[in-house]
């Protein structure tokens, strides 16, 4: 089992549709990450959470500690959100990473 | 304030030659991570250096090393390459250890024939 896994692997909606990824994690950790990754390889921070709820735009992350599970949502998704999506779990001095969800958006 | 660079873009090497890809961290962070993302896979821990010192390593072998310069600027060295080093190559700076967001730069493309 790994120890950082997300869901689902792969997610394709329509323009507009709520966005939901989840991440669990069984490692004790100090932050949570969300990282964006568009073809070509360049990574995004999108969010680093320690407890709580963070929004920025039309992104929102939540974590809950006591059950080691965090989510992404997207609001009103756009074509310009498709791309992998990626938790990471901050643990001692290294990230580790899940395996990403590959979302696309159809206009 | 510049962001974190990466130098080369993509490099093509021989098997059990040597290679050195350079990282320039974003001004004012002290932390470099370096990662390998295999094509299809997600990024796997290399090591973490702080304050020029490492501070972390993942499951990677020796010939894997790295270095950070007084203006924490960063390198990683591979010695002996590999078919499977094979990757995109990412470093990754920070403010400090602990809860600080990365920031990535856009990678080294390194390609083993």
């Known amino acids: 089992k790994n120890e950082v896994e997300q869901s689902p692997q792969n997610l394709t909606a329509q323009e507009g549709e709520f966005i939901t990824i989840n991440c669990s994690y069984s490692v004790g950790i100090s932050a949570l990450h969300w990282l964006q990754q568009h073809p070509g390889g360049g990574i995004v921070s999108l969010f680093m959470?320690?407890?709580?709820?963070k929004k920025h735009g039309r992104l929102i992350a939540t974590i809950n500690i006591q059950e080691k599970h965090s989510s992404l949502h997207i609001t009103a998704s756009h074509p310009r959100d498709s791309a992998v999506y990626i938790c990471?779990?901050?643990?001692?001095?290294?990230?580790?990473w899940g395996a990403g969800t590959k979302l696309i958006i159809k206009p | 304030e510049t962001g974190v660079t990466q130098s080369p873009t993509h490099l093509i090497k021989t098997r059990g030659q040597q290679v050195t890809l350079r990282c320039s961290s974003q001004s004012g962070h002290n932390t470099v991570s370096w990662y390998q993302q295999a094509l299809g896979q997600g990024p796997q821990f290399i090591f973490q250096?702080?304050?020029?010192?490492?501070?972390g390593r993942g499951n990677f072998p020796p010939r894997f090393s790295g270095l950070q310069f007084p203006n924490y600027s960063s390198e990683l060295n591979v010695n002996a390459l590999e078919l499977d080093d094979s990757a995109l190559y990412l470093c990754?700076?920070?403010?400090?250890?602990?809860?600080?967001?990365?920031?990535f730069g856009p990678g080294t493309r390194l390609t083993v024939t």
């Open positions: 250096y702080y304050r020029e010192e490492e501070n």
């Open positions: 990471a779990a901050d643990s001692n001095y290294q990230l580790i």
């Open positions: 959470l320690s407890s709580g709820k």
């Open positions: 990754a700076s920070s403010l400090g250890l602990g809860q600080y967001e990365q920031y």
